[in-house]
């Protein structure tokens, strides 16, 4: 593999991985790139990446204790999803039908809603 910048900008993260912290390198982003869509053994991200192993093996540890790499045997898989350019064109076009429903549901729940939410904001305020 031809090295190959990767930059992921991480916008929310649900779970325990600090995503700042265990992704801030292009060594960490680019094992876990390269085991995302199926667990690997160390030998196959180094053919994957082109990184040397030593350098595999001394990142792993830390990606395993921060919850971004799961070990699975003697390989290691991506344990968070990578939201993708192609994947948000596919979930775009096949969520898109079901937007204006989504919307007009949300839109009368908060109206038959409208007043008890009023007295809970107010029980709010006023404990403050």
Request: hydrophobic share 40%; proline share 3%; aromatic share 12%.
């Amino acid at each position: 593999m031809v090295y190959k910048r990767i930059n992921w900008n991480t916008t929310t993260c649900n779970g325990s991985m600090n995503s700042n912290k265990y992704l801030y390198s292009q060594i960490a982003r680019a094992i876990c790139e390269a085991a995302y869509e199926k667990p690997l053994t160390i030998e196959e991200i180094r053919l994957k990446t082109g990184i040397p192993a030593m350098f595999i093996e001394d990142e792993l540890p830390r990606l395993l204790h921060g919850n971004a790499i799961e070990q699975i045997g003697n390989k290691y898989a991506t344990d968070f999803i990578v939201l993708r350019l192609c994947d948000k064109k596919v979930m775009e076009t096949k969520f898109a039908p079901f937007v204006s429903d989504i919307a007009d549901y949300f839109t009368e729940l908060f109206k038959s809603k409208k007043t008890k939410q009023r007295k809970w904001l107010f029980i709010v305020l006023t404990l403050r």
